[in-house]
């Protein structure tokens, strides 16, 4: 099994920018898609990015792309999320997944992490 430990939320200004970490134990992160979902108060948890098992394609949310870019290090068992331009309605928690799958499904990914918090002020 894979487990996932994320870190990097906390408080930024609308405009600025935050990198949060998804450090994933294990042999097999080097296999699996990863991707990066959120949960705003009040709403469903919603895709905002996913990475192939190779780092060789990207795919994001309409929401954030052009602000967010995801990537992976496999060298570190860690992939990343950089958000840039930030907005207050992107306030949310962020979860990390993994699968087996290249897809924007969340029922798709068998392993999340924890959440961390992400707070945008205006």
């Known amino acids: 099994q894979v487990q996932l430990v994320e870190s990097g939320g906390g408080l930024v200004q609308a405009g600025g920018s935050l990198r949060l970490s998804c450090a994933a134990s294990?042999?097999?992160?080097?296999?699996?898609?990863m991707a990066w979902f959120r949960q705003a108060p009040g709403k469903e948890r919603e895709f905002a990015a996913t990475?192939?098992?190779?780092?060789?394609?990207?795919y994001y949310a309409d929401s954030v792309k052009g602000r967010f870019t995801i990537s992976r290090d496999s060298a570190k068992n860690t992939v990343y999320l950089q958000m840039n331009s930030l907005k207050p309605e992107d306030t949310a928690v962020y979860y990390c997944?993994?699968?087996?799958?290249?897809?924007?499904?969340?029922?798709?990914?068998?392993?999340w992490g924890q959440g961390t918090q992400v707070t945008v002020s205006s």
């Open positions: 997944a993994a699968g087996l799958v290249f897809t924007t499904e969340p029922h798709r990914y068998a392993y």
């Open positions: 294990g042999r097999t992160f080097r296999s699996l898609s």
């Open positions: 990475i192939t098992s190779s780092g060789g394609a990207t």
